[in-house]
Structures are given as structure tokens and as C-alpha cells.
T-cell receptor
Framework: AQTVTQSQPEMSVQEAETVTLSCTYDTSESDYYLFWYKQPPSRQMILVIRQEAYKQQNATENRFSVNFQKAAKSFSLKISDSQLGDAAMYFCAYRSNSGGSNYKLTFGKGTLLTVNP | NAGVTQTPKFRVLKTGQSMTLLCAQDMNHEYMYWYRQDPGMGLRLIHY???????AKGEVPDGYNVSRLKKQNFLLGLESAAPSQTSVYFC?????????????FGDGTRLSIL
């Protein structure tokens, strides 16, 4: 079974600075997707960014980018120019691309990000 | 766009009571999922469905039942609520088509069992 590990229960960053959240995963598969979800205090689960394992280029969405190291099974999230609205719980998630998996998500335990003004 | 709608948003139950959480999606998605979120545990899959009339167990299915009689609805039932089922419950759906097939989440239901 796949596992996702987020080793940083809490992180903090100054407004306008850059922060990196870590995620590692364990899988024997080669075809999969990785996701970062953001959960603000409103409790919504918001998709931040996604990465397909077969794509070598790291995904980028505005101020959010990932460092995907397939061999090391590492998938970190970098938030540049941090804003107060970035304060949230961030979850890393893995999803097999095998139809037999029924596309279930496996989540890490989350990293609580605080943004200091 | 409604997306994924969960009802109710909050509920308090007494031990032994039963209740049903409703999830409705208007995106014509084939896959639907129920998760529970507990502090320090992330989200864990309870049950899921790959289509109307089908359901399957996830990681933590004990104490829950589900039904998917209509494609757009996925119901989660607690037959005899226990304090250990105090949690925030999320429903999600995704399409069978497309590469990433991201899951779209509802806003969650906070359930307290006294």
C-alpha cells in the first residue's frame, strides 16, 4: 500500500518570504499523480497543484511550484511571496493512475502553515 | 456552480443514535468518496463508489454503511453512533475521464457523538 509522509507538522513564514513544505511517498508504481491540497480555516479542500509522475518538468501555478524528485520519491511545495491568505493546513496526496485503484487518494497527515505579518 | 454539496454541515448525536449524511454532486461524476478527518491523521477513506449501484470499502469502513442509488448522490450512514466516530466528514467526487481526475470536495460535515 502507498504511504504519504509529511514530516513537518507545523511551519511558519514571514509575509512576502518563501517557504517549502516537504512530502515523501512510498510506492512501487511508476504511473501516478501527486497533489497538494490547501485547507483554510473555512474547512474547504482546495486543490493547489498537481504533478503527473511521467512529466519531468515541475508543475507551477502562479506563486506555487513543486520540486518533484521521482527517484527520491519526494514532492515538496514551494510558496513564493507568501501572503496572509496562504495560512492553512496543507495536505500532500498520492493517487495511482491504475484503473484498478479506483483513483483513491492517499493523504499525508498535513502541515499547518502560519504566515506572520 | 454547486459542485459537491454535503448536508448537514453540523450535527450532534447521542451514542447509539443513527443518522445519514447526504452528498450530492452535479458534475455527472462517476466516482464518489467518503473520508473522515481527525486531528493529526489527515483524511482517511471510509467507503467509495465507482458508479450507480456500486460501493466498496476504504481504509476505515467499520461502523459505516453507504449507498449509491442515484449517480449524483452518495449516502453515508451510521447505524449506531459511537464517540469514536466524532470527526469531520468529507465527500468528494471525480470524473472517470481525463488524466489527473482531481477530486472535488464538499465543505464537510462536523459530527459530534456524545
Amino acid at each position: 500500500a502507498q504511504t504519504v509522509t509529511q514530516s513537518q507538522p507545523e511551519m511558519s513564514v514571514q509575509e512576502a518570504e518563501t517557504v517549502t513544505l516537504s512530502c515523501t511517498y512510498d510506492t512501487s508504481e511508476s504511473d501516478y499523480y501527486l497533489f497538494w491540497y490547501k485547507q483554510p480555516p473555512s474547512r474547504q479542500m482546495i486543490l493547489v497543484i498537481r504533478q503527473e509522475a511521467y512529466k519531468q518538468q515541475n508543475a507551477t501555478e502562479n506563486r506555487f511550484s513543486v520540486n518533484f524528485q521521482k527517484a527520491a520519491k519526494s514532492f515538496s511545495l514551494k510558496i513564493s511571496d507568501s501572503q496572509l491568505g496562504d495560512a492553512a493546513m496543507y495536505f500532500c496526496a498520492y493517487r495511482s493512475n491504475s484503473g484498478g485503484s479506483n483513483y483513491k487518494l492517499t493523504f499525508g497527515k498535513g502541515t499547518l502553515l502560519t504566515v506572520n505579518p | 456552480n454547486a459542485g459537491v454539496t454535503q448536508t448537514p454541515k453540523f450535527r450532534v448525536l447521542k451514542t447509539g443514535q443513527s443518522m445519514t449524511l447526504l452528498c450530492a454532486q452535479d458534475m455527472n461524476h462517476e466516482y464518489m468518496y467518503w473520508y473522515r478527518q481527525d486531528p493529526g491523521m489527515g483524511l482517511r477513506l471510509i467507503h467509495y463508489s465507482v458508479g450507480e449501484g456500486t460501493t466498496a470499502k476504504g481504509e476505515v469502513p467499520d461502523g459505516y454503511n453507504v449507498s449509491r442509488l442515484k449517480k449524483q448522490n452518495f449516502l453515508l450512514g451510521l447505524e449506531s453512533a459511537a464517540p469514536s466516530q466524532t470527526s469531520v466528514y468529507f465527500c468528494a467526487s471525480s470524473s472517470i475521464f481525463g488524466g489527473a481526475r482531481p477530486q472535488h470536495f464538499g465543505d464537510g460535515t462536523r459530527l459530534s457523538i456524545l
